[in-house]
């Protein structure tokens, strides 16, 4: 069963999706929920790697390791996207303040994409799988972030978490509500 929740704020469209990040074939950029050293691994980060190729990984590498927070941009290779932003969530209870942190990812990938004159972003729920964050208190503020940097965006027009489970997608959509 296809899900969409959808908000206009000037004139970008904020979206909420139940899907898979490597099938956002209308997105010229996804989002990786990357390690440090932006290498292969597993969740989110294993399946775009997988998908995209090997020439995705020699990429990464060289513009690794990052800091929770940091964001950097590479080709997409094999995957339908021009573009992937990969970004390292906060640990949760472990990279302190995991709030501002996660929010960084979230704003550190829209600014790239500003940068690069980018359309469109597709998110994952960033730190939500193997980095424990739980998705209760991760949500609002993937929500709350996105929503308060679109007053400040230029060429994007589309922004769209992609959600995995039925269960994340509707504490997200709960956190898109309470806007």
């Not at 390292?88 to 472990?94: A, C, E, I, Q, S």
């Not at 964050?133 to 994007?156: D, F, G, W």
Request: aromatic letters at 8%; hydrophobic letters at 40%; one cysteine or more.
């Amino acid at each position: 069963m296809f899900k969409k929740e959808q908000i206009l704020r000037g004139k970008t469209c904020f979206e909420i999706t139940k899907g898979d990040i490597v099938k956002q074939n209308d997105m010229d950029a996804i989002v990786n929920a990357a390690n440090a050293f932006l290498r292969i691994g597993g969740g989110v980060a294993g399946v775009i790697h997988k998908a995209a190729g090997p020439d995705l990984e020699n990429e990464a590498m060289k513009k690794g390791p990052i800091k929770p927070g940091e964001a950097v941009i590479t080709k997409a290779y094999n995957l339908p996207n021009k573009h992937v932003i990969h970004v390292l969530g906060p640990v949760y209870d472990r990279d302190i303040p995991h709030d501002q942190l996660l929010a960084k990812c979230y704003i550190n990938a829209l600014k790239l994409c500003e940068e690069y004159n980018l359309k469109s972003i597709a998110f994952p729920a960033v730190s939500t799988g193997v980095f424990g964050y739980p998705v209760e208190e991760a949500a609002p503020v993937a929500v709350q972030t996105i929503y308060k940097e679109m007053q400040n965006l230029k060429s994007l027009k589309r922004i769209r978490l992609v959600i995995w489970s039925d269960k994340d997608y509707d504490e997200h959509v709960k956190a898109l509500k309470k806007l």
